[in-house]
């Protein structure tokens, strides 16, 4: 799958890259010399009049692309099981009352012991995708795995119980 990217200079003021959407919409991201960056929604007759533009902050920016990240990531691992037979993905909550709330993954066991994978871990608007046995896990967090159905059923239980 192919998506159009265009890269436009803008004396003066930086760059604008714009995605062209799959019905013809322009979705572009101004990056301003000074640092700044804003989205701007372009009109569908004239590509080069945006409709609407929104400033965002580092802050603000970084939580977009979490959120498109992590949207994108569930999609694709959700897409899994179309492909892969008997193969699903589960999002599973650590909750305050879990042995592994203020623990490191690797304390779970739980590829040995589930035959499951964690792909990461959605804390608050942050994703931590591909964890490692020494990532941190705190109450709150969402545990995104892959695995059988008996063996998501066997995580859920050694998250709660141990």
């Given at each position: 799958?192919?998506?159009?990217?265009?890269?436009?200079?803008?004396?003066?003021?930086?760059t604008r890259h714009d995605v062209i959407t799959k019905?013809?919409?322009?979705?572009?991201?101004?990056?301003?010399?000074?640092?700044?960056?804003?989205?701007?929604?372009?009109?569908?007759?004239?590509?080069?009049e945006a409709i609407d533009s929104i400033a965002l902050t580092d802050d603000e920016a970084a939580a977009l692309a979490d959120v498109l990240g992590?949207?994108?990531?569930?999609?694709q691992l959700a897409g899994i099981r179309e492909q892969?037979?008997?193969?699903?993905?589960?999002?599973?909550?650590?909750?305050?009352g879990s042995p592994y709330a203020g623990e490191v993954l690797g304390a779970t066991k739980a590829r040995t012991r589930t035959h499951t994978s964690i792909v990461a871990i959605v804390r608050g608007a942050d994703v931590i995708p591909s964890p490692t046995p020494d990532s941190p896990l705190q109450?709150?967090?969402?545990?995104?795995?892959?695995?059988t159905r008996p063996g998501l059923d066997a995580l859920a239980r050694v998250l709660t119980d141990g």
């Open positions: 799958m192919s998506v159009r990217v265009e890269k436009v200079d803008l004396p003066g003021i930086g019905k013809g919409r322009r979705i572009g991201v101004v990056s301003h010399r000074s640092g700044e960056r804003e989205l701007a929604l372009f009109g569908v007759e004239d590509p080069d992590a949207s994108l990531m569930l999609g892969a037979a008997g193969l699903f993905t589960e999002q599973l909550l650590i909750s305050a109450a709150g967090d969402t545990i995104i795995a892959v695995g």
